[in-house]
């Protein structure tokens, strides 16, 4: 039996306590400053709110000023915030940690610097460590498809954790699996985080098929649909998404299966990420599809703005072509620079050589 | 502008009727002894009953006695036929074509010989052909995903298309493609075809989720369904499609994105192989889902228990290990050996490297 803490109480570092509570593990479920409201009712009734379920047995929940309690004697942090927590998450947590901690983070991102680098996000989260800890803290990710809501009712489910310790993956198994989630290992961090961050951006592509059907009036007398468009975009995200994975020194014959395909094919089973590309393949620009969408900013569209601000380098040190990856500097065009959606197919779907 | 025959009035086959019609191509559609009807109501109505729309200008229909003459100065033979057609195809036709003919076929399967190897279809027709011919006539194939009544609809579609000869390819694009039916090259014919065939019997697992979310009751009394589970059989299907393309000698880096992932995305978007898949997730067998299916056979399953029937010579020559494709061995025991749905989730969704 382990002690647990879990950082964040959002949909996913909340829903991480499922399979850690079911193994016996002491979970401490602890809220940021943004989760009062849900830690409150976990304190009161029990219920997360967000996940509409009852916590199970051995979750003890902590407000964010009470991290350091919670903190105190943890085998395993579970680093459970989004992609904009986690330099908080590593300024706020960092000064708590110790020599031999394991942090192992859900955040699926990626972060351009002015040097025209991507950097993953673990290794965001190392440079925000105190100097002193850096080499000192063993940080692991988890990667692969995994709706929270799923997780939290128990539902099969098959992630990826990487890290480049290869033990520490092996303990970090042990304790997290159960016969619902189940757990492939890799020591490509670069090649899965990669692919976790550009299934979000890329699902947006997809959900653009539904949009332009749309727009079109929908199927047509003789019943046809446009999946074959979405199932080319589909096809063109996982080219790009391979192409992006080698260009960042990952494995592209092997990653892009289960955190790459897998992933991006849950995100387009429904959620936010299709429906924000459906209203941009309806013709909405990006600014007023983020006002459809209540003001709600997404990863994905984070994710493509990073990516897209890199290219420009990439090709200037020859890295690639004037012409390469062109669904992502289409998304990139609609969604930095309010370009009205025009999807350039002889682009991205003639003249291809496989 | 060059003379087509399409050999085949299924679905597929006529389907490419319209891009290459629009391309100012004269087109000669040849029904097969099973597709008289199909070429009845084309002759007199202009109407295909499968597809259910009227046909381009620009196109002949033929009945299968007239083959001969439709053949006559082709400039490209499409070969339209499914699996069970390939033998047939290379008997009928081989007899009546000449050196320097360029054949392409739609058709996707896989087929297992005697001594423990798995065959590419374009290999499987290539060996029907007059021994004389067979090193004198170009044989290309199409891989991707393609709904056909969405190309006969003329809505957006990418597709591969693959042989060994690059000059061919760079024609045969050239007369196929529009401003909708879009074509990537390769001259990885094995990886193409591999795809082209374990799309479809990796959908049935895909199918399998839906099947099990019904039989658990739906979804439960927060909301989740089992899109996770759905998406980790994706992932699973993408890893071991990788693995069978580097099996048989094709490259798993690039070619399982546009024709495996893309193509399975778009078989499980609907229709048939998923529909059985479902069925067999719901508890039935496979004999069973068949009735239920009104005693459709799929090309899907044909395709597992060719490629589940070379697993022991597989294993016997040290080329996988014997826990190795555990989806393809799971399809492989239902569909084959009747045997109950237990999906062994502990096989191959725990303990994997990537």
Known sequence: ??????????????????????????????????????????????????????????????????????????????????????????????????????VIAVTKGLEATAEGELRILPDVLRGELPPVLRDQVTIAAIGGPCIAGELAGRRQTCVVFTSQ???????????????????WLSTDVTGVEVCAALKNAY????????????????????????????????????????????????????????????????????????????LMG???TYAQAVIEMAGETLEGAWVVGQVFSVLPDWEARGLIGPRDLPLMRLLGRVITQEAPLEIPFDDFLGGYWL
């Not at 019943?223 to 790009?240: K, Y």
């Open 1 to 102: 039996m382990s002690n647990i803490t879990i950082v964040g109480a959002g949909f996913m570092g909340s829903a991480l306590a499922w399979p850690l509570a079911d193994n016996g593990h002491r979970v401490r479920l602890v809220g940021t400053h943004l989760d009062g409201e849900i830690i409150a009712s976990c304190l009161e009734k029990r219920y997360h709110p967000r996940l509409r379920r009852t916590l199970p047995d051995g979750v003890q929940p902590y407000y964010v000023e009470q991290a350091a309690e919670a903190l105190q004697g943890a085998d395993v942090i579970v680093s459970g915030v989004n992609s904009m927590g986690v330099r908080w998450i590593g300024r706020t947590l960092g000064p708590l940690l110790w020599p031999g901690a394991t």
């Open 165 to 183: 310790d290869r033990e520490a993956l092996e303990r970090l198994r042990s304790i997290f699996r159960t016969n619902y989630y189940h757990i």
């Open 203 to 278: 699902t947006l592509a997809v959900g653009l098929a539904a949009g332009v059907l749309e727009r079109a009036g929908g199927p047509d007398e003789a019943g046809a649909w446009m999946h074959n468009l979405a199932a080319g975009l589909f096809g063109v995200s996982n080219a790009e998404m391979s192409r992006l994975v080698a260009l960042m020194g990952g494995d592209p014959a092997k990653v892009p299966n289960l955190p790459g395909a897998g992933d991006e094919y849950v995100t387009c089973a429904g959620g936010r990420t299709v429906r924000m590309g459906r």
């Open 282 to 284: 309806k013709g909405l």
